[in-house]
């Protein structure tokens, strides 16, 4: 038997990430994907070339160590990467499960066993945010310590570089269509909760208050009609779909009641999009075949994205 012919399935979740920039007052010049995509493409290539020590991050709270072990750069804003990471101070006693003899404690505190984490960034033709594929694996390690990682090697590398620019990367959970399959059993729905950037809001609407005292996020609160039970469903639909597509709307709540009539909020950020794949495996470790986990992420991008 090969060292890949087991299987694993394997939960992921989907991301979109968004790469701002600062810029001075002066600098007249519009957000452009082509100069993101290259700026992240310098920062993949400025992390690899780091020793291991150099590159690695330490995350006292979970007590790992965290490093990007190697990228896929196949142009246009799609990426393939490893991370690996190292969880340090969890020394036990162990032990042979099949002849039960003690081992005794054969690892030092500094010492951990290297995990995976798969992530799959892809960029559709017009779009101004990534998506992103995380494999959820419970050894390895999250999206928000993967988005943390990114942020710190970006102040590096914006310290080391001629780059004019500051760069940090955010992320937005992906809804599930859970949330529109809960939409549909409710009762009522009296509102929508639409959460925008201010960025997006008319000017005209922010000459009301100074800037600095509004958050960067805005609700939006669009209401049933009269003597209506539920908002117009396509009218939700088109909301969600817009939120999966462009850029402005990052979250959607519904207000009303379940089937019995007791309250119901449905919110996007709390609904993932999770999906399961199945993955050939190396027989001794049983980790994930990074080729084949690439290769099946994107079936299921191809799958997703013909569906919409």
């Known amino acids: 038997?090969?060292?890949?012919?087991?299987?694993?399935?394997?939960?992921?979740?989907?991301?979109?990430?968004?790469?701002?920039?600062?810029?001075?007052?002066?600098?007249?010049?519009?957000?452009?994907?082509?100069?993101?995509?290259?700026?992240?493409?310098?920062?993949?290539?400025?992390?690899?070339?780091?020793?291991?020590?150099?590159?690695?991050?330490?995350?006292?709270?979970?007590?790992?160590?965290?490093?990007?072990?190697?990228?896929?750069?196949?142009?246009?804003?799609?990426?393939?990467l490893i991370f690996k990471s190292a969880k340090y101070n969890h020394v036990r006693n162990e032990i042979d499960t099949e002849t039960m003899q003690e081992l005794g404690t054969r690892k030092r505190q500094q010492d951990g066993e290297e995990e995976k984490t798969h992530l799959c960034i892809r960029l559709a033709k017009g779009q101004h945010r990534f998506l992103a594929v995380h494999e959820s694996n419970h050894y390895g390690i999250s999206i928000g310590c993967i988005n943390q990682y990114l942020n710190a090697q970006f102040e590096a590398y914006n310290e080391d570089t001629d780059d004019k620019y500051h760069y940090s990367i955010s992320y937005e959970i992906m809804p599930g269509d859970d949330f529109i399959h809960t939409i549909k059993k409710a009762r009522t729905i009296r509102s929508l909760k639409l959460v925008v950037s201010k960025a997006d809001i008319p000017n005209d609407f922010m000459d009301f208050a100074d800037r600095d005292e509004i958050s960067d996020e805005v609700e939006i609160v669009i209401k049933r009609p009269k003597g209506s039970k539920k908002l117009p469903e396509n009218l939700i639909n088109a909301?969600?779909?817009?939120?999966?597509?462009?850029?402005?709307?990052?979250?959607?709540?519904?207000?009303?009641?379940?089937?019995?009539?007791?309250?119901?909020?449905?919110?996007?950020?709390?609904?993932?999009?999770?999906?399961?794949?199945?993955?050939?495996?190396?027989?001794?470790?049983?980790?994930?075949?990074?080729?084949?986990?690439?290769?099946k992420a994107q079936e299921f991008i191809n799958e997703t994205r013909g569906s919409r």
């Open 1 to 80: 038997m090969s060292d890949t012919e087991n299987k694993r399935t394997v939960p992921i979740y989907f991301y979109y990430l968004s790469i701002s920039k600062q810029k001075s007052s002066e600098d007249q010049t519009s957000y452009d994907m082509t100069q993101i995509v290259s700026s992240f493409s310098k920062l993949l290539s400025y992390i690899t070339k780091k020793d291991l020590v150099a590159r690695s991050q330490k995350f006292s709270n979970a007590e790992k160590v965290v490093w990007l072990d190697s990228y896929e750069d196949m142009k246009d804003g799609n990426y393939n």
């Open 239 to 295: 909301y969600y779909n817009d939120m999966q597509s462009n850029n402005k709307i990052k979250r959607i709540i519904a207000v009303g009641t379940n089937k019995v009539g007791g309250p119901m909020d449905v919110d996007t950020d709390l609904i993932k999009m999770k999906h399961y794949i199945s993955v050939n495996a190396v027989s001794l470790t049983n980790e994930v075949e990074s080729e084949d986990f690439f290769d």
